[in-house]
């Protein structure tokens, strides 16, 4: 296993220590804030942490942000579940938690890195990612109803 790696800007901290997230803040966020995963059990999300290379922003000891990539750390990433609390946003937080993600030594040797965005591919434009350049060549697969979908089923 990996040491934690950590990166600090002023009075804020990034880490990539699972122990030092707060679980009900990334749960709260992804399943009220997002527009991805409304709905989503705090039981998934404690999974899809405990499977992937996660970066925990904090400030004062509070989580502010939070940034995970899937990776199998040699060909291949998925960055997901990308936020910066909105009371901590304009101050260039989102574009230093991209510059600490992309430079993580776990990464380097990667061929290609995914993400889906609604509403940032500016941001995500700094950063090299482009529209997928052979759109043909792309599927996926939609497996079971949403999160609110099955919230709803069992109320």
């Given at each position: 296993?990996?040491?934690?790696?950590e990166?600090?800007?002023?009075?804020?901290?990034?880490?990539?220590?699972?122990?030092?997230?707060?679980?009900?803040?990334?749960?709260?966020?992804?399943?009220?804030?997002?527009?991805?995963?409304q709905?989503?059990?705090?039981?998934?999300?404690?999974?899809?942490i405990?499977?992937?290379?996660?970066?925990?922003m904090?400030?004062?000891?509070?989580?502010?942000?939070?940034?995970?990539?899937?990776t199998?750390?040699?060909?291949?990433?998925?960055?997901?579940?990308?936020?910066?609390?909105?009371?901590?946003?304009?101050?260039?937080?989102?574009?230093?938690?991209?510059e600490?993600?992309?430079s993580?030594?776990?990464?380097?040797?990667?061929?290609?890195?995914?993400?889906m965005?609604?509403?940032?591919?500016?941001?995500?434009?700094?950063?090299?990612?482009?529209?997928?350049?052979?759109?043909?060549?792309?599927?996926?697969?939609?497996?079971?109803?949403?999160?609110?979908?099955?919230?709803?089923?069992?109320?």
């Amino acid at each position: 296993m990996q040491q934690p790696l950590e990166a600090t800007k002023g009075n804020y901290r990034i880490t990539t220590d699972k122990q030092a997230l707060q679980l009900p803040v990334i749960h709260r966020y992804l399943s009220v804030d997002s527009y991805w995963a409304q709905d989503i059990p705090a039981s998934l999300v404690a999974t899809s942490i405990e499977h992937s290379l996660c970066f925990g922003m904090f400030h004062a000891g509070e989580q502010v942000g939070f940034a995970r990539v899937v990776t199998d750390y040699a060909t291949f990433g998925y960055l997901a579940d990308v936020f910066v609390l909105a009371e901590h946003r304009g101050q260039g937080l989102s574009k230093w938690l991209m510059e600490v993600i992309l430079s993580h030594p776990g990464l380097q040797q990667l061929r290609r890195m995914l993400l889906m965005t609604q509403d940032a591919q500016g941001l995500y434009e700094q950063y090299g990612f482009t529209v997928w350049e052979y759109p043909e060549r792309c599927m996926s697969k939609r497996i079971g109803a949403s999160y609110s979908e099955m919230k709803n089923q069992k109320a």
